[in-house]
């Protein structure tokens, strides 16, 4: 598995952006896949999670409501989008793969990671 978060950008506050993770390898499509983010000085948070159907979702209690995570296992895809940004949405988005085929909200399940994608919410 080898991940790539791409999409991040300047956006003002109130706008969208939508971010995607894909695997260069095509392997990912049995695993879940997770989103999180670090914004400077702070630790990392999990954003959002979806099992390798695409039937379970999960959401951090941040972006609950304005975000919605999707995968196309045929383009070998994920996505988050991403609405009504704030600018304490600022921060480094990264996806990562999961060692089972179920999402979680804790970054020790994920053994994959990808680098990042800078997202900025200008106010």
């Known amino acids: 598995v080898q991940l790539q978060a791409s999409g991040g950008g300047l956006v003002q506050a109130g706008g969208s952006l939508r971010l995607s993770c894909t695997d260069s390898?095509?392997?990912?499509?049995?695993?879940?896949v997770g989103w999180f983010r670090q914004a400077p000085g702070k630790e990392r948070e999990f954003v959002a999670a979806i099992s390798w159907r695409g039937d379970r979702t999960l959401y951090g209690d941040a972006v609950t409501g304005r975000f919605t995570i999707s995968r196309d296992n045929a383009k070998n895809t994920v996505a988050l989008e991403m609405n009504s940004l704030k600018p304490e949405d600022t921060a480094v988005y990264y996806c990562?793969?999961?060692?089972?085929?179920?999402?979680?909200?804790?970054?020790?399940?994920?053994?994959?990671w990808g680098k990042g994608t800078l997202v900025t919410v200008s106010s």
């Open positions: 390898r095509r392997t990912f499509s049995n695993n879940g």
């Open positions: 990562a793969a999961a060692r089972s085929p179920f999402g979680s909200r804790d970054g020790a399940d994920y053994r994959y």
